[in-house]
């Protein structure tokens, strides 16, 4: 048995490579192939474009895929979204799809495009938006280069951003969200009553969650004697509380825990101002909760 699985080619492709290697697979992605190898028997990849993506898996081409849930409403797919994904091109932040004007432009609302050309790649999602607001304006496919298009080529675009940035670069603005997405892992229906390949589905997705899970955390441990393990305890964030082990020769405990990347620059001076020794900081790739 060979699940056949698609990842997404493209600004999702890096981001899906570490996903994996976080949670246990090794791909090799030869220079122009679309078919890169795995350390999995059980396994068989290929590369598609996410937005064709969720047509391939509702056609049972593949088996499953990773791509964003912007594409599976958009494609209208009839897919099993088993599990969301919390990671992008640039952050761990949902991309939002945004309804922007250029900054020189009287519209302040949707209402305000009434007649006007709006130019997107997510057409569809694009059109039921406006029927629901009531709003008949001229939707236009748009090929690439969507944030430069405001004044000149189209009144309003609806374009996907993380962090804003490209956005502001092209002097527009926000005037509404139209969709929130993040990546998902889509299964074929089908495949997904296939007893062999819903226990390798199954097995990913507890990897996937896993290699999620573990985004900006790391693992902490140390030692502490019984005489500070109080003060040091108290300055511990964890996900629930940190394990604590007697060290042999008695008075000195092991201290594991983990703890968001963030903080630890802050916490260790902290820590070893208030007894804590031998501090080791670990990289985690996988958290099951």
């Known amino acids: 048995m060979k699940l056949k699985i698609a990842l997404p080619k493209g600004s999702l492709e890096k981001a899906t490579y570490h996903l994996f290697q976080k949670a246990g697979f090794n791909i090799v992605v030869g220079a122009r192939s679309y078919y890169p190898t795995v350390d999995d028997p059980e396994l068989e990849i290929v590369l598609y474009r996410p937005q064709e993506m969720p047509r391939y898996v509702q056609d049972g081409v593949v088996d499953c895929g990773l791509t964003g849930h912007d594409w599976v409403v958009e494609n209208d797919a009839d897919v099993e979204e088993i599990l969301e994904l919390k990671y992008s091109k640039a952050t761990n932040r949902p991309v939002r799809w945004v309804l922007a004007v250029h900054n020189d432009s009287k519209f302040k609302s949707v209402q305000d495009l009434q007649g006007k050309k709006i130019a997107t790649e997510l057409v569809s999602v694009t059109k039921r938006y406006l029927e629901k607001k009531k709003v008949k304006a001229e939707v236009e496919f748009s090929w690439g280069v969507t ?51 819903k226990r390798k589905l199954d097995q ?29 305890l108290k300055l511990l964030p ?15 405990y092991d201290v594991d825990t983990i703890i968001d990347e963030a903080v630890v620059r802050d916490l260790i001076p902290g820590l ?12 985690l790739n996988k958290v099951i909760y």
């Open 147 to 197: 944030e430069a298009k405001p004044p000149r080529l189209a009144d309003a675009i609806v374009e996907a951003t993380e962090t804003g940035s490209s956005l502001v670069a092209n002097q527009l603005r926000i005037i509404d969200t139209v969709l929130v997405s993040t990546t998902r892992f889509i299964v074929n229906k089908k495949s997904l009553k296939n007893p062999e390949k």
């Open 204 to 232: 990913l997705a507890i990897l996937f969650e896993g290699a999620i899970n573990a985004q900006n955390k790391v693992g902490l441990k140390l030692n502490v004697s019984q005489a500070n393990l109080k003060k040091v």
């Open 238 to 252: 964890a996900l629930k509380k940190p394990t604590v082990s007697s060290l042999s020769g008695g008075g000195w």
């Open 272 to 283: 070893r101002k208030a007894g804590a020794e031998g501090i080791i900081e670990y990289p």
